[in-house]
Nanobody
Framework: QVQLVESGGGLVQAGGSLRLSCAAS????????MGWYRQAPGKQRELVAT???????NYGDSVKGRFTISRDNAKNTVYLQMNSLKPEDTGGYYC????????????WGQGTQVTVSS
């Protein structure tokens, strides 16, 4: 069983920065793609960024140039550096991992709240 534990959310003023972390715990697995999605109240969950095991990245259009995703494969951890935050970045941020164990399965974290005040 794999668990994803997120940290780093909080309240920040517009223009500020936050760094999110997500660590995968467990044993006997490897992780293909990791990433972050977010969901604002009343809206659908949307892509923020993903990163493959060999470092290829993909970003949602609304965060390109402001957010940077990275990962540490040895620690099974993914990071999201968020700069120049805007009020519209507010929402729950959910970590995602495409995990290969005996079977291949998608795992999600419990979410961490990011609130950007204007």
């Amino acid at each position: 069983q794999v668990q994803l534990v997120e940290s780093g959310g909080g309240l920040v003023q517009a223009g500020g920065s936050l760094r999110l972390s997500c660590a995968a715990s467990g044993s006997g697995f490897s992780i293909h793609t990791m990433g972050w999605y977010r969901q604002a109240p009343g809206k659908q969950r949307e892509l923020v960024a993903t990163i493959t095991r060999d470092g290829r990245t993909n970003y949602g259009d609304s965060v390109k140039g402001r957010f940077t995703i990275s990962r540490d494969n040895a620690k099974n951890t993914v990071y999201l550096q968020m700069n120049s935050l805007k009020p519209e970045d507010t929402g729950g941020y959910y970590c995602y991992a495409d995990v290969q164990g005996i079977l291949r399965y998608d795992y999600w974290g419990q979410g961490t709240q990011v609130t950007v005040s204007s």
